[in-house]
């Protein structure tokens, strides 16, 4: 079935510090690739997506790259904010229909 | 619009309780679906329906039922709570094809006794 395996965290980084959190896949077929973010208390939404190989997908200064040769969606970004403490979640769908397979999260804590 | 609204935010239940998660969405969407977050574990797809009328189980169905009379609601019944079932419960919705982004709502914290 698919899977997706993320980085274990917490990720500690200093403000203005690069990020990056790794997202390997295994799929049937080729998959959608979406990072999801979850501040604290709220409920999940969308970072950024990506729907075929060499996509990049970005947004508020995150960016991933759907790498099909080794089936990974890491996410990166150059300079972190204490507004982007939170989990990040990597979740993939395949076929026709919009089932999400999530990642275990990765808990990012920024700090002054 | 509203996006995908949840009821209650928060409940506390007694071992062989039930009760219904209420979901609602304001955005047309076919495909709904429940999943529950637990600590080290992501989230989990318990059911989830690709229109009124339809439902399938997820990874985690077992203790738990959906219908889906509307294309608006999406209810979430606990038949006989457990203290396994404690957990977030989040509704997400979004068109049925493949790629589109879930929408998701705030979320219910269930705490069973």
């Known amino acids: 079935g698919d899977s997706v395996t993320q980085m274990e965290g917490p990720v500690t980084l200093s403000e203005e510090a690069f990020l990056t959190i790794n997202c390997t896949y295994t799929a049937t077929g080729y998959p959608s690739l979406f990072w999801y973010v979850q501040y604290p208390g709220e409920g999940l939404q969308l970072l950024l997506k990506a729907t075929k190989a060499d996509d990049k997908g970005s947004n508020k200064g995150f960016e991933a790259t759907y790498r099909k040769e080794t089936t990974s969606f890491h996410l990166e970004k150059g300079s972190v904010q204490v507004s982007d403490s939170a989990v990040y979640f990597c979740?993939?769908?395949?076929?026709?229909?919009?089932?999400?397979?999530f990642g275990t999260g990765t808990r990012l804590q920024v700090t002054l | 619009n509203a996006g995908v609204t949840q009821t209650p935010k928060f409940q506390v239940l007694k071992t062989g309780q039930s009760m219904t998660l209420q979901c609602a969405q304001d955005m047309n969407h076919e495909y709904m679906s429940w999943y529950r977050q637990d600590p080290g574990m992501g989230l989990r797809l318990i059911h989830y329906s690709v229109g009124a009328g339809i439902t399938d189980q997820g990874e985690v169905p077992n203790g738990y039922n959906v219908s889906r009379s509307t294309t608006e609601d999406f209810p979430l019944r606990l038949l006989s709570a457990a203290p396994s079932q404690t957990s977030v419960y989040f509704c997400?919705?979004?068109?049925?094809?493949?790629?589109?982004?879930?929408?998701f709502g705030p979320g219910t914290r269930l705490t069973v006794t």
């Open positions: 979740a993939l769908t395949t076929g026709t229909a919009s089932k999400l397979t």
């Open positions: 997400a919705s979004s068109y049925s094809r493949g790629g589109y982004e879930q929408y």
